[in-house]
């Protein structure tokens, strides 16, 4: 079975400071997606970024990249320059073999000024 | 482009009382669809996907059930509502049969949710 682990309840971080969120995931498949999205207050889903098991580099987009440590089974997201506006819920997600996917429980990001 | 909608956005339903919520897709076709629920503070839990018409996998046994009578319109009902049924449900689809490595491999997109607060 897929499990997905973020240890982080909560994290806290200055405005336009950078930001690591961590994610673990567990699967028996040699192929699989990860994947992280945001959820506002408002409770939409947002998607980010996204890694593949065989992408031999670390997925960027704009202050967003992720850092995936293949042997570490870890994919954490990094934000870079922190904005008031990235304060939401962060999740990180794996794709199952039928093309759903395993959701973390989350982490809150507040963003101060 | 292609949207997603879901409605109604904000529900309150009393114990023992039916359900119906409904998601349409716009602009694709022949996606996969899931329902999904987040309890409040929790992650989100898978409860339905379908890959075609008529076409329903529950991950999760429950009071729940889901339909897809049409090509993007997916139905999550309930016969009698359960005070643990209170939570956020969320609607997604995704392309199906994405060839690998022709980009991000089955991002979902999410519709804007329905809140379900049953008394």
């Known amino acids: 079975a897929q499990k997905i682990t973020q240890t982080q309840p909560g994290m806290f971080v200055q405005e336009k400071e950078a930001v690591t969120l961590d994610c673990t995931y567990d699967?028996?498949?040699?192929?699989?997606?990860l994947f992280w999205y945001k959820q506002p207050s408002s409770g939409e889903m947002i998607f980010l970024i996204y890694q593949g098991s065989y992408d031999q580099q670390n997925a960027t987009e704009g202050r967003y990249s992720l850092n995936f440590q293949k042997a570490r089974k870890s994919a954490n997201l990094v934000i870079s320059a922190s904005q008031l506006g990235d304060s939401a819920m962060y999740f990180c997600?794996?794709?199952?073999?039928?093309?759903?996917?395993?959701f973390g429980k989350g982490t809150m990001l507040l963003v101060s000024p | 482009s292609q949207t997603i909608h879901q409605w109604p956005a904000t529900l309150v339903q009393p114990v023992g009382s039916p359900l119906s919520l409904e998601c349409t897709v716009e602009g694709t076709s022949n996606p996969n669809l899931y329902w999904y629920r987040q309890a409040a503070g929790r992650g989100l839990q898978l409860l339905f996907y379908?890959?075609?018409?008529?076409?329903i996998s529950s991950e999760v046994p429950q009071n729940l059930s889901a339909s897809r009578p049409q090509d993007r319109q997916f139905i999550l009902s309930s016969k009698k509502l359960l005070l643990s049924d209170s939570g956020f449900y969320l609607c997604a689809w995704s392309v199906r049969n994405r060839p690998r490595g022709a980009g991000v491999e089955n991002e979902q997109f999410f519709g804007p949710g329905t809140r379900l607060t049953v008394l």
């Open positions: 699967t028996s498949d040699p192929s699989y997606g």
């Open positions: 997600a794996m794709r199952n073999p039928y093309s759903t996917l395993t």
């Open positions: 379908s890959v075609g018409i008529g076409q």
